[in-house]
Nanobody, 115 residues
């Protein structure tokens, strides 16, 4: 059973930066989309960034210009560089990798932005 393992979360002051990583524990054939989602307490899970197999990216307005998603296909790893962090970015962050037939999700890594 392949698992996704996130790392890089933590406590950071407003205006600071964090880099999240998500790696597959085994080989996943045919990864198409890789993405990051987040969920704050009492709120729905929302898309933070998505990257296709060609490298095309999508960001919501709330993070555009501050967050950058990237992927390393050889390592089956996806990254999320987060800059200029705001308190409203506080949430549990989850990565996902999607193939034609399966969606894989990580357990999440907590990001807290607070002074």
């Amino acid at each position: 059973q392949v698992e996704l393992v996130e790392s890089g979360g933590g406590l950071v002051q407003p205006g600071g930066s964090l880099r999240l990583s998500c790696a597959a524990s085994g080989s996943i054939f045919g990864i198409r989309l890789m993405a990051w989602y987040r969920q704050a307490p009492g709120k729905l899970r929302e898309l933070v960034a998505r990257i296709g197999s060609s490298g095309s990216t999508i960001y919501p307005e709330s993070v555009k210009g501050r967050f950058t998603i990237s992927r390393d296909n050889a390592k089956e790893t996806v990254y999320l560089q987060m800059n200029s962090l705001k308190p409203e970015d506080t949430a549990m962050y989850y990565c996902t990798m999607q193939t034609v037939s399966n969606d894989y999700w990580g357990q999440g890594t907590q990001v807290t932005v607070s002074s």
